[in-house]
């Protein structure tokens, strides 16, 4: 593959995840040489990929690039089929709702919705984050063929998992927050995405019925997508 493209990607999401960033910063991440990565900047900027920010030393992301992603959520199948589930499912439970798509070894949040009053701090949307433990990344080590067992699940866990649909983590632990995570197939019965619901456990409180609801949201969406 083309070397300039895969560095002229990878300093286009240095700089979505950052926001802003320099050029001296990028060079020092990515490791390239400066005049290629000033050449890099020079060709994005000029196609409003980016930006020039106020202080002439930091970059961020063009409207060109902006337009791109609007681009891909007007006219995504998953992301269409998901918001209004995603919607009622928010306001019905009154926890935020995240869709994210599993990428190698992370994690892409491509959309949100959320009550009216959160409660819990979560993941922006196109935040990208590594896999860590939670029921997303327990979706991915049983659906995917990812390499890093993060989880340690056992075999009953791995097949509850796969037979049920559903994942769920912190609900038995003693920290306040939990997550439960449901995965979305399209018509080709591929792994689409994945559901989850972020919360804070409440003393007392039986969260299965909570667990059956993202999971029928996320066969909604599912059977949106042509999954049988």
Same mark, same amino acid.
């Given at each position: 593959?083309?070397? !300039?493209?895969?560095?002229t990607?990878?300093?286009?999401e +240095?700089i979505?995840?950052?926001g802003?960033i320099?050029?001296a910063?990028l060079v020092?991440?990515?490791?390239?040489p400066k !005049?290629s990565?000033?050449d890099i =900047?020079h060709?994005?900027?000029?196609?409003a990929?980016?930006?020039?920010? !106020?202080?002439?030393?930091?970059y961020?992301?063009?409207?060109r /690039?902006? /337009?791109?992603?609007r681009s891909y959520?007007?006219?995504?199948?998953?992301l269409s089929n998901?918001? @209004?589930c995603m919607k #009622? =499912?928010a306001e019905?439970i009154?926890?935020s709702?995240? +869709?994210g798509?599993?990428?190698?070894d992370?994690?892409?949040?491509i959309?949100k919705c959320e009550?009216?009053h959160?409660v819990?701090?979560t993941p922006?949307?196109?935040d990208?984050?590594?896999?860590k433990n !939670? /029921?997303?990344?327990k979706i #991915?080590e049983?659906?995917t063929h990812?390499?890093k067992?993060?989880c @340690?699940?056992? &075999?009953? $866990?791995?097949n509850?998992?796969?037979?049920?649909?559903l994942a769920s983590?912190?609900l038995?632990?003693?920290?306040p927050?939990?997550?439960i #995570?449901s995965?979305?197939?399209?018509? $080709?019965t591929?792994?689409? %995405?994945?559901?989850?619901v972020?919360?804070? &456990?409440e003393? %007392?409180?039986?969260?299965s019925?909570? @667990? &059956?609801k993202?999971? $029928?949201?996320?066969?909604k969406i599912?059977?949106?997508?042509?999954f049988i």
């Amino acid at each position: 593959m083309n070397r !300039t493209v895969l560095r002229t990607v990878e300093i286009l999401e +240095l700089i979505s995840k950052h926001g802003e960033i320099s050029l001296a910063d990028l060079v020092k991440i990515t490791g390239y040489p400066k !005049t290629s990565v000033y050449d890099i =900047l020079h060709a994005l900027e000029e196609r409003a990929m980016i930006y020039r920010c !106020t202080d002439k030393v930091c970059y961020g992301i063009g409207f060109r /690039a902006y /337009a791109i992603g609007r681009s891909y959520s007007k006219n995504s199948d998953l992301l269409s089929n998901s918001y @209004q589930c995603m919607k #009622a =499912l928010a306001e019905d439970i009154g926890k935020s709702v995240l +869709l994210g798509k599993i990428d190698g070894d992370k994690i892409l949040y491509i959309a949100k919705c959320e009550p009216k009053h959160p409660v819990v701090m979560t993941p922006s949307i196109g935040d990208e984050e590594p896999i860590k433990n !939670t /029921a997303f990344a327990k979706i #991915a080590e049983v659906l995917t063929h990812h390499e890093k067992k993060i989880c @340690q699940l056992t &075999k009953e $866990e791995k097949n509850r998992i796969r037979t049920e649909k559903l994942a769920s983590c912190g609900l038995d632990g003693p920290g306040p927050f939990y997550n439960i #995570a449901s995965p979305i197939y399209n018509f $080709e019965t591929r792994l689409s %995405g994945v559901i989850g619901v972020f919360g804070v &456990k409440e003393v %007392g409180v039986d969260y299965s019925e909570e @667990q &059956k609801k993202v999971r $029928e949201c996320a066969g909604k969406i599912s059977e949106r997508l042509g999954f049988i």
